[in-house]
């Protein structure tokens, strides 16, 4: 009589057991490597947020050559969200059109193409669209934003004292929006697309027209997910680095509201400006600068993901 | 009221004229004619009206094309479908206004880099290295050769160590039944977030600050690591979910241990997708240029050796555009078009790999 094999769940022969072994090491290491990027930064920033204190996400002077430096990202971090709003709300209206068009009104076809063109701009690196947003977007854009100035120039918003249009970060939002756009249109476009269609078609047979429908059945379902997608977008518009680098001056004079202006701010740039002459107490304030950055963005993407993951249930195992 | 039941009889039934307009047709003729005018006779308009005044291009789009195109289309949706043809005028003038813009930024950057690159573009621009090149070097000397070389070694090194890992990231995610998985899932999913300049930053503060490892191509590859793992291990989770589970089951019935169930029976079954991850993951870091100025530095010589400095196509454009000469910025057009046409090559590939797939399913 053979003996009795044992029932069990777990892997029992050697090869399987190194075989989830090897899975489950990989998802680890991969865990473990967020963890190990945060804490390294942590390590090496420690030594400055200690010195700077509060003030290094407050303040607004950076200035190495004291014998006591001071480091401080005040501007910087403003200016980072502030492009990185400029580029959301740009991007919103033409990301959500889009995916209309692709979803809802166009020919198969041509809603076929028009979604490869929108993976295509998701797939151009960001120093192209760096040299593109320095070479050729910025002299249009900055005759816009003259126009703008001179039309609508007594809404503080749009105010501008000097001459210069050029740098500012009404065009790094720009710049930025173009490099979201795909993110926001792709999240949005597969909600729409996942979408019941039986309340839809309800809608249109009660008499609703296109308007309606959109904007009193689709627009409310799909709120979830454009939320989520936006959200996706916003980090990875605060953490755009080269792009910004080209197309915006950056001044530890801080610039509130004035997009316009040829003056901004944004962590990223600071930290590939700086930190080719960097001195040793730069090198631990850089690290730190990445450090809040890391953060910022990893909190914006969780409540990303988080929402996305409850607006898309078709996506949960 | 009893002659009209009686004419009901059909050879009875008066020939009526035909009438000008169709109105049971979707689309008849008068509708057409309108929904044309709405489409053409406002651009027609505003382009006129901007040329005879000299306009401002900027102001004849936004203040006299827009609002005319708005007020037709509203008033031929009104004369149209009635009241409700007025919102969905409105509704369809935005996106289709918002999508051109889209399509507009797209064509532009496109455009651009093709016609400037183009420029640069010869034989000896894609063979040669950078050694005695300054800005100011005529085109006809120097090239990118070096570069390219440099973004092959880096990107591949890149690719041999986070695809397996991403591979097997995905098989924990999809063939494992651990309550892990969302969080796995999550924190994975959360690195895409992970801004380049802070991944570059990591390496840098870890290996040549803390170890005192000169620069050099192999920590450019590390610090690539964590921005293409997300991509590769999501792609292939999808990859993977996409094979029955029948496949799997069937395997394990005939007496399968999981691993040969995997390696023989979903693992072929998943080919295509799992070469879609590695080409997706390749494109998503092909461009990446922070993390490679923060650990690899540059070169102007050809070196093919990855523990040191080395020139990629991303920094040699950042190199580039910095100055102002016109020579210059030629140069960071030509490489820009490289890395794009090495992104459109790979898409390509991609695309003909998903497709097979698709074809195969068919059969």
Not at chain 1, 65 to 79: A, V
Not at chain 1, 198 to 227: C, Y
Not at chain 2, 47 to 70: F, S, W
Not at chain 2, 174 to 179: D, F, G, L
Request: with cysteine; charged share 10%.
């Amino acid at each position: 009589m053979p003996v009795k094999r044992k029932l069990s769940t777990k892997p029992h022969s050697l090869a399987d057991r190194v075989f989830f072994g090897l899975a489950r090491s990989a998802a680890y290491g991969a865990v473990t490597l967020v963890g190990l990027i945060l804490v390294f930064l942590l390590v090496r920033s420690v030594p400055t947020l200690a010195s700077q204190g509060i003030g290094f996400v407050t303040g607004g002077t950076w200035n190495a050559t004291l014998s006591h430096p001071i480091l401080q990202i005040g501007p910087m971090l403003w200016g980072s969200i502030l492009i990185a709003l400029c580029g959301v709300v740009v991007a919103v209206p033409m990301s959500i059109a889009a995916a209309y068009f692709i979803e809802f009104m166009a020919q198969k076809r041509i809603a076929k193409i028009a979604t490869v063109v929108i993976d295509l701009l998701a797939a151009i690196p960001s120093i192209v669209i760096g040299l593109w947003g320095l070479t050729v977007f910025t002299p249009v854009a900055a005759h816009w934003a003259q126009l703008i100035n001179a039309g609508l120039g007594f809404i503080p918003l749009f105010g501008n004292g000097t001459a210069n249009f050029a740098g500012s970060p009404f065009i790094a939002g720009w710049i930025v929006a173009v490099m979201i756009v795909p993110i926001i249109t792709s999240v949005t476009r597969e909600i729409f697309s996942q979408m019941d269609r039986d309340i839809i078609n309800a809608a249109l047979a009660l008499g609703g027209s296109r308007s309606t429908s959109f904007f009193k059945v689709i627009l409310p379902t799909a709120s979830g997910g454009i939320v989520g997608g936006v959200l996706l977008g916003l980090g990875r518009a605060l953490g755009e680095t080269v792009a910004i680098y080209f197309v915006l001056n950056l001044s530890f004079d801080i610039n509130w509201g004035d997009v316009l202006e040829n003056r901004g701010g944004s962590v990223a740039s600071l930290i590939l400006n700086k930190f080719g002459e960097a001195t040793h107490e730069e090198i631990g304030g850089l690290m730190a600068a990445g450090l809040v950055l890391f953060i910022i963005t990893l909190l914006v993407n969780w409540v990303a993901a988080w929402i996305v993951n409850i607006a898309q249930p078709w996506r949960r195992s | 009221m009893t002659d009209v039941r009686v004419s009901m009889d059909p050879g009875n039934l008066p020939q009526l004229p035909r009438p000008a307009t169709e109105p049971w047709r979707a689309v008849n003729k008068s509708k057409s004619v309108k929904l044309a005018i709405s489409a053409f006779a406002p651009a027609l308009v505003a382009a006129a009206v901007t040329l005879l005044l000299a306009l401002d291009p900027a102001i004849g789009v936004v203040l006299v094309y827009l609002p005319i195109q708005i007020l037709t289309s509203v008033f031929i949706g009104r004369s149209l479908y009635g009241k409700k043809g007025q919102g969905d005028a409105l509704l369809v003038v935005f996106t289709a206004f918002f999508s051109l813009l889209v399509g507009g930024l797209l064509l532009s950057v496109i455009l651009s880099v093709i016609t400037m690159g183009l420029r640069a573009m010869s034989w000896q621009f894609i063979s040669q290295n950078n050694i005695y090149i300054t800005p100011t070097t005529s085109l006809d000397y120097g090239g990118v050769g070096h570069a390219i070389l440099g973004t092959v070694i880096i990107v591949g090194l890149t690719t041999l160590l986070t695809v397996p890992l991403g591979i097997l990231v995905s098989v924990y995610l999809t063939e494992t039944r651990s309550k892990m998985r969302n969080v796995v899932r999550t924190l994975v999913q959360a690195m895409s977030g992970l801004p380049s300049v802070v991944a570059g930053l990591f390496i840098y503060s870890a290996m040549i600050v803390g170890l005192h490892i000169g620069y050099g191509g192999w920590l450019g590859s590390l610090a690539l690591l964590p921005l293409m793992l997300p991509t590769v291990s999501r792609v292939a989770e999808e990859a993977l979910r996409l094979v029955p589970q029948d496949l799997r089951n069937g395997a394990l019935a005939l007496g399968a241990p999981a691993y040969r169930a995997f390696l023989q029976v979903t693992l072929p079954a998943a080919r295509s997708g799992l070469v879609t991850a590695l080409i997706l993951g390749i494109a998503r870091v092909i461009g990446e240029t922070a993390p490679l100025i923060l650990t690899v530095n540059s070169a102007n010589g050809t070196n093919l050796d990855p523990s040191k400095p080395m020139a990629a196509l991303p920094t040699y454009i950042f190199q580039f555009i910095a100055n102002v000469y016109d020579s210059s910025v030629q140069r960071a057009w030509g490489a820009a078009l490289m890395v794009l046409i090495l992104v459109a090559v790979l898409f390509t590939a991609a695309r003909l790999v998903s497709r097979d797939k698709r074809a195969a399913k068919r059969k």
